[in-house]
Every structure is written in structure tokens, then in C-alpha cells.
């Protein structure tokens, strides 16, 4: 009787998982493993909002695996160890993995598949995450695209519409002794501060279905508008289930284009805004795999003799905990420690007041949205912190500099998002807070902070310290 190990990583999902399928479909016995080796992703192990996401993920598979009279064999420590004990123990001569894309992932799973090979273990790894491997795409000029758009055009062009996806079901689900429950992991914090989390999300391939569904049957349709407006459910939401390999971008599209068909053609929803932005995360892991260095360094060299300002630890904590005086800046922050997420229009208002405002250096946002996000992706989370500083592909020039008062006016007109996350306001009308710099007494009786910073001012000297730099 023939046995497959399928290796799962951020793939926890049954259906539309390749690397599944192809075992189920060529062996009779299937292992379900799960390995948690953070060390082996150095230096961008899962942070804190990640593992917690990541425990409630593990359990949501295995409780699907359960269903089948299945479960995931869950260990921890080195992987290749992990991996060859487990071949003894039930005698599988293949392993199947879904590919990653991050520059220690890539690493890992290459002397990983090396070292089975040398056993005399075939191994596969299979496209499971993205509508095309990273590498597949070109300019004319056989170089990587730097710019979204052109990357975007040779994409979409050859996206064919979606095609029934596989769910799959081993013949038999293969269980051996010595799995870990999850707990043993220890990725849910000591000290309990993930109620926010817990009332905002339900993860795992369900809770991404359900959560589609929702976007499908409402948002999509006013997805050009309503994704731009933060105190609406405009957008899908699904980042973190993406980046968890809970659902894919085949599957988004299948269901988004079965139900725009059933749609009446005058009513029939544009879903080319949010097939976009799916595009900008393809384009994210595009420039990852191609430029594997800029997690740290400036995708533009240009910006290597930056003067950004010194780090500042107590300016920083203010940022981080929302205590700016500014208020969209404050209501993002405070969402992102509560939920996990923040809306996209304010993450660009907040990174723009960090990197600009402040002048600290993206890297001090990037570390912090990497240990506070649930939807913390390595290429998405550069890309978006270097595009606002200016720095990276196809950037916002660094003299566009978000103003949040502005933003807030036109995105938050009455207040609704900044009343949500500044409670201690909720009493002060619109206007007040969108022009807070007008109202420091009426502000400050409610205990809000004054602003840490003139934002003319700071704009000012941004301005000045770029124009040194291309001088």
C-alpha cells in the first residue's frame, strides 16, 4: 500500500491544495504533517498576531481532517528530522509540499527537498498560493517588472476565467503516534490580549469561505468606492486568510465570477477594482523573489543617504499605541492593536506620519505592522511600507505626503471610523475632529492627547531633507 507525506505550511486548506490533491490522487495512505520550525524562517518568524492567527488555523484543519476520519500530524523542531522520522515510522516513499516564496522559505525547501532526494525519496512541490509562480512573468526585455501596472496588463491577459477547483479526500487518512496537540506549540500569548482578535475573525478555510461569501453578496458591488471608506465593510478582508493559505486566488475569482453570471447583466458587479488588487499581492511576491534583499534595504539604492531622523523609542511607542494626537493616525493604530488589521486607506495615512511626519525609518513600521498584523505577508508587508517612504517599486513619489485631516475629512466624513476607535471623542461633532488643530481645549477635556507634531511643519522639513537628497 503506497504512502505520501503532504507537508503543509501556509496552505491550511483541503481544497484546491495541489499538493493534496496529487497525493491523494497517486497513493492510497495519506500523512497530513504540519512542522512548526519558526526558527527556519530567521529573521521573519511569525509574529505574535500571526501565531495567533496560526493556532486557530492548525485547529480549524484538523478539525476538517477530523471529519474525514483524518488528522494532522503536528510536530515541532527541525523539519528535515521531523520529516525523515515520520517516512520511517509509516514507510512513504513521496512528499508533497506547496511552494513558499520568501527568501528563508525558499532556502529551507530547497535543501529540504535536496536532502529527501539523497534519502531516495521523491519529492514535489507544487504551485498552491498565487495565480502565477513569480517567475513566470517577464518584460520584453526578459527583466522583472519594477511597475505595477504593465505587470498587471501581462497578468490579466493570461488569466483564464476560473475552473472547477479540486477538493480533496485521501482514500485513507494515515494517523501515527506522537502528534502534538496545538497548545504544545505555544503560539497563543501567555497573557491574554486577544479578545479583539477572537470578536473579529474566525480563521480557517470556513471562516474564509464565509467571510467571500459576504464580500460576494454584498461589498463587490461598490468595491471602487466602498474600499476606500474605513468605516464601512468595503472591503474582503481576506488578506490573512490568503496569506494562510486558506483560500486561494482561484477560488476568490470562481466564486466572484459564478456570481456576477447569476447576476442580472444591468446589476452585474465590476469586479476587475478587486481582481486588481489581487494583482498588486501577485506583483508584491514578484518583486520578493526577484529582489530578496529589500525586507531590509531600500528597493531604490538612491535612498541608501536618506537623512532619516534618529530613532526615537518614546515617539515611537506613541505611534505604536495610538497616542499621536492626530486623530486618523491614533483611530488606525488603535483598530490594528485591537483587531489585527487595519484598513488599507489608513495603513498608507499611517506609514505616510511615520516615515514623513516623523521621519522614522520605514523599517521601524515594517517590524511593527510585521508582529501586530494577522495578515502579516512578507511581500505585501515591504512593498506597502516601502511604496508610502518613496523608496521602493513603483512608489508614491516622497513628496506625496497624506495629509490625515484631509483624509479623514474626505474618506470619514462623519467621523463614524474615528468615533469607533477614539471613544473618548465619540461626544465632539465631525467637524471637531476633522479639524482638531481648531479644538485643542475641547480635545484635551477629553483627555486626547495635543499632537506630537506640526504637521505643516514636518511636512516641510520632509520635503526639505528629499530635496538635499536628489539636489
Not at 467571500?212 to 474605513?230: N, Q, T, W
Request: charged share 20%; with cysteine.
Amino acid at each position: 500500500m503506497s504512502t505520501a507525506l503532504v507537508l503543509f505550511r501556509q496552505d491550511l486548506r483541503l481544497s484546491d491544495n495541489a499538493a493534496l490533491t496529487a497525493a491523494c490522487l497517486a497513493h492510497e495512505r495519506v500523512l497530513p504533517v504540519y512542522v512548526h520550525a519558526p526558527a527556519e524562517l530567521a529573521p521573519w518568524e511569525p509574529g505574535a498576531a500571526s501565531r495567533w492567527w496560526l493556532h486557530h488555523s492548525i485547529e480549524a484543519l484538523r478539525g476538517a481532517l477530523a471529519a474525514q476520519g483524518g488528522d494532522l500530524h503536528v510536530g515541532v523542531g527541525d523539519t528535515l528530522g521531523q520529516l525523515r522520522a515520520l517516512i520511517r515510522a509509516s514507510g512513504a516513499t513521496e512528499v508533497h509540499w506547496n511552494r513558499r516564496y520568501e527568501p528563508a522559505g525558499i532556502a529551507v525547501d530547497t535543501a529540504l527537498k535536496a536532502a529527501l532526494r539523497e534519502d531516495g525519496i521523491t519529492v514535489h512541490s507544487h504551485a498552491g498560493a498565487l495565480w502565477n509562480e513569480p517567475w513566470t512573468l517577464a518584460t520584453d526585455a526578459g527583466q522583472p517588472y519594477r511597475v505595477f501596472t504593465p505587470f498587471w496588463r501581462k497578468l490579466r491577459a493570461g488569466l483564464p476565467d476560473a475552473a472547477p477547483l479540486p477538493s480533496a479526500s485521501a482514500r485513507e487518512w494515515l494517523r501515527l503516534p506522537g502528534s502534538l496537540p496545538t497548545d504544545a506549540l505555544g503560539l497563543l500569548p501567555a497573557i491574554r490580549w486577544d479578545a479583539g482578535l477572537q470578536s473579529s475573525w474566525t480563521p480557517g478555510e470556513a471562516g474564509a469561505k464565509e467571510l467571500l461569501e459576504v464580500f460576494a453578496d454584498d461589498a463587490v458591488s461598490d468595491y471602487a468606492k466602498g474600499r476606500d471608506l474605513p468605516a464601512r465593510h468595503g472591503t474582503s478582508r481576506l488578506s490573512p486568510h490568503l496569506h494562510f493559505g486558506e483560500i486561494t486566488p482561484a477560488q476568490i475569482q470562481r466564486v466572484l465570477q459564478d456570481r456576477a453570471a447569476c447576476t442580472d447583466a444591468r446589476k452585474r458587479p465590476d469586479l476587475e477594482p478587486y481582481l486588481r488588487e489581487l494583482g498588486w499581492r501577485e506583483f508584491a511576491h514578484h518583486l520578493l523573489y526577484h529582489f530578496p534583499h529589500t525586507p531590509e534595504a531600500n528597493f531604490n539604492p538612491h535612498f541608501d543617504t536618506f537623512p532619516w531622523a534618529a530613532a526615537d523609542g518614546a515617539l515611537l511607542d506613541r505611534w505604536q499605541r495610538g497616542r499621536t494626537g492626530i486623530p486618523l493616525v491614533d483611530a488606525g493604530m488603535r483598530e490594528l492593536w485591537h483587531t489585527g488589521w487595519m484598513h488599507n486607506r489608513v495603513r498608507m495615512v499611517v506609514a505616510s506620519f511615520l516615515t514623513k511626519n516623523l521621519r522614522q525609518h520605514w523599517r521601524h513600521g515594517a517590524h511593527w505592522f510585521w508582529d501586530t498584523l494577522v495578515d502579516a505577508d512578507l511581500a505585501s508587508n515591504t512593498l506597502g511600507w516601502q511604496w508610502v517612504a518613496g523608496c521602493g517599486a513603483d512608489a508614491a513619489p516622497y513628496f506625496r505626503v497624506f495629509n490625515p485631516y484631509l483624509q479623514a475629512a474626505k474618506f470619514d466624513p462623519d467621523a463614524a471610523y474615528l468615533k469607533r476607535w477614539l471613544p473618548e471623542l465619540a461626544s465632539l461633532p465631525a467637524k471637531a475632529l476633522h479639524e482638531a488643530w481648531r479644538h485643542p481645549a475641547a480635545l484635551a477635556a477629553k483627555g486626547y492627547p495635543a499632537p506630537m507634531v506640526d504637521l505643516g511643519a514636518s511636512r516641510d522639513a520632509a520635503l526639505a531633507a528629499w530635496g538635499a537628497l536628489t539636489a
